[in-house]
């Protein structure tokens, strides 16, 4: 199957540094949309691996988390397309679960669920923990220069990192 995981904040909606923390600040980024709709339509399964400590920090509750999460469906299917999986960490960094980025637990979770092998999927992300749980399963790290994706990259990537301006390039990458 044709597998694609994306990071959620600064790679399919803005991030900020205040976290995204109601619906209202959940605000899609030009053409991500139209990507994820065009992927689905062109057989890609779209599945997401987002980090939420905002939950654990109690800045935002599930509910609106799953609020985010049915409003990223419902643009998705007005293109169209369709969105798989979502799988987040409600995790604090200090809790030491196995599914904070940069721990692969979300992807291997994806993996289960899709039953596939995760060798040279790509991981789409835009932080550096991103790409660090996409090497640590053998996925192929996909830097956006999106959100944080200009920090990450001035901080230097690994070599096999593929990097894209947007979503909407690795897209047409694929497609
Ligand atoms: O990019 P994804 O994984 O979809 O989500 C990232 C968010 O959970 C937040 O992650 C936080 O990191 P800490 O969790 O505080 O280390 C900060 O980077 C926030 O700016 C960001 O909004
Ligand atoms: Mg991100
Ligand atoms: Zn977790």
Redesign the pocket.
Known sequence: MKLLIL?????INH??????KSLEEWIPIAGSIEAIAQLSKAGWTVAV??????IA?GYYSLDTLEAMHARLRALVAAEGGEVGHIVYCPHG?DEGCAC??PKPGMLLAIAEQYRVALDGIWFV???K??LEAALAVGAQPVLVKT??GEKTLSKGVTQDTLIFDDLAAVARALI
């Open positions: 990071d959620r904040d600064g790679v991030d900020s540094d205040a976290y995204i691996a987002t980090n939420q400590s905002g920090r960094p904070r980025k992300g835009d932080s923990g991103d959100g944080k």
